[in-house]
């Protein structure tokens, strides 16, 4: 299973972007792309950005997901 996590575009290089969600700090191709720019957020998949999401649904899933990763717990 595959899970795909809302990012924000913070730097582009050309058709190469860093990508930023909670800290961390990824590299993503934006040649499936033509119209994002530094400050949107997008969906990032094998290492390539496939989709824009507007901020609202990106931040909202962030937060989702923080708390479902809260309930989850300590599994031992």
Avoid: W
């Avoid at 730097?11 to 860093?18: F, G, R, S, Y």
């Avoid at 909670?22 to 390539?48: C, K, N, Q, T, W």
């Avoid at 899933?61 to 309930?71: G, H, N, W, Y």
């Amino acid at each position: 299973m595959c899970l795909a996590v809302p990012s924000k575009i913070i730097e582009i290089n050309d058709t190469l972007a860093k990508v930023e969600v909670d800290g961390v700090v990824r590299e993503a191709s934006l040649m499936l792309l033509e119209d994002a720019g530094i400050g949107d957020y997008v969906i990032v998949h094998a290492g390539f950005a496939i989709s824009k999401v507007d901020e609202e649904a990106a931040l909202q899933t962030i937060a989702d997901m923080r708390k479902i990763l809260e309930l989850g717990g300590d599994p031992a």
